[in-house]
């Protein structure tokens, strides 16, 4: 994966490499990772680096220390964004940007996660939670609405009732009850939840086609704003598309081998199979 040379802030956000699956882990465990521009900055740069390397398949995202993001850190002046004319925040790439990456998020969500710390686990594609963890949105407790999209995605996940019980209250959820609702996937013991959430990407990077992983995200999240005629359309000019592609040989020839498919990574904004 290209790097950068160092900078300051390049502590804020670790990365660690585990074969095809890459770890990024928020490190200002002194605040319980709370948000600041500097670690939204670097976590998008990995993001992005990440995302056009061909040799990782998936990330893993966690937070350094006890929690996993406390929310925006009220008390870092340079948190506040430059403002355009029309009094909105000016920033080079938006707080949902992670929605963009082609490749699967997972959140190894290892302790609190409040406010924009539970939205950008909500950017993940899939969420592991330690046990005991708590989370809540806080927006209302805070006099503030549903930020970054929250009023969209939580419907999706756990319906409308129940996201606006989260929303309203800003009460706080233990990962238990978070798994009941549909909020997180799993509920793992607390020293478990990097290893879970790191073997679940080995297994997708080991058996998965990178190429129909990313075009099966963009399909899910296309649809929200889809009929389902206009679903089934897209799924079938996509099928032509994945039944022209060496992906399709692969999966099939290798199962029937009874060996590892051999796919190819995805390189720059491949929109093509292999």
């Known amino acids: 994966m290209p790097h950068h040379p160092s900078t300051q802030h390049d502590d804020v ?61 009220m008390s870092d002046l340079q948190q506040v964004d430059k403002l355009d004319e029309n009094g909105l925040p000016m920033r080079a790439r938006p707080k949902n940007h992670p929605l963009s990456v082609r490749k699967p998020l997972i959140a190894a969500i290892n302790g609190a996660a409040a406010g924009l710390g539970l939205v950008e686990a909500l950017f993940c594609d899939v969420r592991f939670a330690a046990a005991g963890a708590k989370l809540t949105t806080s927006f209302a407790r805070r006099g503030l609405i549903a930020e970054y999209g929250a009023a969209w995605l939580l419907p999706r996940l756990v319906g409308q009732s129940r996201a606006l019980d989260l929303l309203m209250s800003g009460r706080v959820v233990r990962a238990e009850e978070a798994a009941d609702m549909g909020l997180v996937d799993r509920v793992v013991a607390p020293e478990d939840v990097v290893g879970v959430a790191l073997a679940y990407g080995q297994d997708l990077a080991a058996h998965c086609s990178p190429w129909a992983m990313s075009t099966i995200k963009s399909q899910v999240y296309r649809s929200f704003e889809t009929t389902f005629g206009e679903a089934v359309e897209d799924a079938d000019r996509l099928m032509q598309i994945s039944l022209l592609g060496p992906d399709v040989r692969e999966g099939v020839t290798s199962y029937l081998e009874g060996r590892a498919p051999a796919f190819a990574g995805l390189r720059g904004s491949d929109s093509t199979p292999g």
Do not use: M, Q, S
């Open 13 to 73: 956000v670790l990365a660690e490499r585990h074969g095809p699956v890459l770890l990024l882990t928020l490190n200002r465990p002194e605040k319980l990772n709370a948000w600041n521009n500097a670690l939204e900055d670097r976590y998008f740069d990995l993001l992005d680096e990440a995302d056009a390397d061909p040799e990782i398949r998936a990330i893993v995202v966690t937070g350094a220390g006890r929690g996993f993001c406390a929310g925006a850190d």
